[in-house]
């Protein structure tokens, strides 16, 4: 990409969305393209089309999706795999449909198998089992990596698909039910009477967290670096446990009570480290460390978002 190239960002108002719009403008491109849902419905392939055919962006970031934590993921497993099916089907054969250069697609970790072996590596898809609590969402973005794959052998469609590890940041969805870890647990903490909180699971599950402005920096190298429909992962080589984390976010929080686990819920995947060497090896590294990170996204929660758990 030039730095007149024009780009469209979708999902920008989002979590990784908002993070690669920054990213763009702090480096330097200035021709980005962004829509609101009134806008363009990314869940109706019209409005899609006739977006690229007035547009014509020359390079797609793809970070639209319906996204959430272990009970958003297990309660509403439908709309995760329709919507998300829907959204990437659309944006990928549209991209392809207008000429457009290069596709940046965006996954998660929950992609692979359960119990594979760490640091899970690439070649670790469609190995083994999913986690169960999230199989859906991870179903219909493995739809979005083959499907990138396959425009690109048939068609020469050039594209890149990256798989972070769990991510957090700026504009995370900090719903105590229905967001992601560490969002939920800034909430909680925030909002509680300082006697008790409860979480889901015995607190043992490892988890490696991402700071989204890293992966917006990932992106941006990526789509430099890659064009075959390669699926690259995206880390940050820490790798803590749920219940070290609950204490690090609670001590930023100012939190002195109780953490109590509730193990009638289950862990979700017991330990998913990846091996994003693939990308370290080309000279990329994340910038953020994790309790860095954790004081960034709690400032900015404390600024812009409140959520009441007693309603």
Not at 104 to 111: E, M
Not at 193 to 211: A, C, I, N, Q
Not at 256 to 269: A, K, L, Q, Y
Request: charged share 20%; aromatic share 12%; proline share 4%.
């Amino acid at each position: 990409m030039d730095k007149n190239s024009k780009i469209f960002v979708a999902g920008h108002r989002g979590l990784v969305g908002s993070a690669i719009v920054r990213t763009l403008k702090d480096q330097g491109y200035n021709n980005i393209v962004t829509k609101t849902r009134s806008e363009v419905n990314l869940l109706n392939q019209k409005d899609v089309f006739n977006f690229f055919d007035e547009e014509k962006p020359e390079y797609v970031f793809d970070a639209a999706a319906k996204v959430g934590g272990i009970y958003a993921n297990d309660t509403y497993s439908a709309d995760f795999i329709y919507e998300n099916i829907q959204i990437q089907t659309n944006l990928i054969h549209g991209s392809w449909r207008s000429g457009v250069k290069k596709f940046l697609f965006l996954g998660s970790v929950c992609i692979y198998p359960k119990y594979a072996e760490v640091p899970v590596k690439e070649e670790s898809l469609l190995t083994g089992y999913l986690e169960s609590t999230n199989d859906a969402y991870a179903i219909a973005k493995i739809s979005g990596i083959k499907m990138l794959q396959a425009y690109n052998k048939q068609y020469g469609f050039k594209g890149v698909s990256l798989m972070p590890s769990n991510l957090y940041g700026p504009g995370d969805n900090f719903h105590p039910q229905n967001g992601h870890v560490i969002p939920a647990m800034m909430t909680k903490f925030n909002n509680s009477d300082g006697k008790s909180v409860t979480f889901w699971g015995d607190g043992t599950p490892m988890r490696e967290f991402l700071y989204a402005d890293d992966l917006a920096d990932a992106c941006l190298f990526a789509i430099n670096h890659f064009e075959n429909g390669e699926l690259i992962n995206v880390g940050s080589g820490e790798n803590v446990s749920i219940k070290s984390l609950a204490n690090v976010v609670a001590s930023i929080v100012g939190y002195t009570g109780d953490i109590e686990w509730d193990t009638s819920h289950p862990n979700g995947t017991p330990n998913r480290p990846l091996d994003y060497s693939k990308m370290t090896e080309l000279g990329w590294k994340p910038k953020h460390r994790l309790y860095d990170g954790l004081k960034k996204t709690y400032q900015w929660f404390i600024e812009n978002t409140y959520y009441d758990s007693s309603k």
